[in-house]
C-alpha cells in the first residue's frame, strides 16, 4: 500500500475533524447571536446564492414575501444574514473534506474495507446533517431540530476519529499500556456516556434559555436565571462528577505511562478542556450569560467527547494491559 496514500487519507481526515468541529463553533456563534434566521431560505439566502449587504438590494415587499412563506416578521439584518452565510460556506467545505476522506479511503478495499465502509457512511450522514440544516431552517429553529443537529455532528466527529485511529492501528500497538489497569478503560467508557448526558442536558438547558429570551427579551441577561428551570441546577452541579471521573483516569495514566506518552498528553488536553468548560459554564452562570461564553461551552463540550473518544481507541488498539 502506498504510504503517501495513507498519509495524505489520514491528512484529510484530521482536516475534517477540524472542519466538523469548526462548523460546531460557527453553529453555535449563530445561535447565541440570534442569526438563526439570518437566511430565511435555503440553499439560498434571501434568494441569491451570495446574500445581499444592503436592505435596499432586496424587494420592498420582501416582508410579505417571507410572511405568505411561513417566516413571519422577517428583517434583514447584514450582520445576523453574513453569520448564518458563513457557517454554511464552512458546512459545504465541510462536505467536500468528508467527500475527498470517502474517495482517499478506497486505497484500504483490499487492507481494511470497513476503513472505506464507515468513510462512505460518513459522507451520507453529511449529506443527512445537510438536508437536516435545510429543515432546522424550515422548522423556523425548532429547538428539537437545533438538538438534533447538533448530536448528529457528535456522530460524524465520533466516526471520522474512529475511522482514522483504526488506519493507525499498528502505530497504537506499539505503544505500551500494560501498567494500565483494565478498570481505567471502563471508567474512560463511563465517563464518555456521563458527557453525553451532560451534552443532552445542556441542550435542554439551551431551549430553556431560548424560550427565556423570547419570553423575556426586554429583561436583562443577568435577570434570566431566576426563571431557569432545574435542570440547570443538575447540569451545573454534574460539571463536578464529571471532572472527577476525568481527573480519576488522567491521573492513572500519569502513573502508569511514560511523560512523553500520547496517551497521557492527550489526558493533559483532556483535563484542559473540561476546565475551560467549566470556566466558561462559570461564566454563562455568573455574569448575565454573555453570548460569546455560549458557542465557547458548546465547542469544549464537543472537544471533550472528541479527545474522550479518541484516547478510548487509542486505548483499545494498544498493547492490551496486564489482567488484574
Known amino acids: 500500500m502506498n504510504d503517501q496514500a495513507i498519509l495524505n487519507f489520514r491528512r484529510l481526515g484530521l482536516l475534517t475533524i477540524f472542519a466538523v468541529y469548526l462548523v460546531i463553533l460557527a453553529g ?27 436592505e435596499a438590494q432586496l424587494p420592498a415587499n ?17 450582520v445576523k444574514t453574513w453569520t448564518e452565510y458563513s457557517n454554511r460556506l464552512v458546512g459545504v467545505t465541510t462536505g ?16 481494511d474495507k470497513t476503513i472505506f465502509y464507515l468513510s462512505l457512511t460518513n459522507l451520507f450522514l453529511i449529506g443527512f446533517q445537510g438536508w437536516l440544516g435545510s429543515s432546522v431552517v424550515a422548522s423556523n429553529l425548532k429547538p428539537y431540530m437545533i438538538t438534533l443537529h447538533m448530536l448528529m455532528a457528535l456522530l460524524i466527529v465520533a466516526l471520522v476519529i474512529y475511522t482514522i485511529t483504526r488506519s493507525q492501528r499498528e502505530t497504537f500497538a506499539c505503544i505500551d499500556s500494560s501498567l494500565l489497569a483494565p478498570r481505567a478503560k471502563t471508567v474512560l467508557l463511563v465517563a464518555i456516556g456521563m458527557t453525553l448526558l451532560q451534552v443532552a442536558m445542556g441542550t435542554q438547558v439551551r431551549e430553556a434559555v431560548d424560550f427565556i429570551s423570547h419570553e423575556h ?3 436583562d441577561r443577568q435577570f434570566w436565571r431566576d426563571d431557569f428551570p432545574i435542570i440547570f441546577y ?21 502513573q502508569s505511562c511514560d511523560r512523553q506518552s500520547l496517551f497521557l498528553r492527550t489526558g493533559y488536553v483532556l483535563i484542559g478542556l473540561i476546565v475551560t468548560a467549566i470556566l466558561a459554564g462559570v461564566t454563562l452562570d455568573r455574569l448575565g450569560m454573555p453570548p460569546v461564553a455560549q ?19 487509542g486505548l483499545r488498539y494498544s498493547a492490551a494491559p496486564i489482567k488484574q
Open 28 to 54: 453555535g456563534i449563530v445561535r447565541a447571536s440570534g442569526a438563526g434566521m439570518g437566511c430565511p431560505d435555503w440553499p439560498t439566502c434571501f434568494g441569491r446564492w451570495i446574500p445581499p449587504t444592503d
Open 62 to 78: 420582501y416582508h410579505e414575501i417571507y410572511a405568505q412563506r411561513g417566516y413571519e416578521n422577517t428583517e434583514f439584518n447584514p
Open 96 to 111: 467536500l473534506l468528508v467527500l475527498l476522506t470517502a474517495w482517499a479511503s478506497r486505497i484500504f478495499l483490499k487492507r
Open 217 to 219: 427579551s426586554y429583561i
Open 234 to 254: 443538575v447540569h451545573r452541579s454534574f460539571s463536578s462528577i464529571i471532572l472527577l471521573t476525568n481527573f480519576w483516569v488522567f491521573w492513572k495514566l500519569r
Open 295 to 313: 458557542p465557547v461551552h458548546l465547542l469544549m463540550a464537543n472537544l471533550i467527547f472528541g479527545v474522550q473518544f479518541f484516547l478510548y481507541m
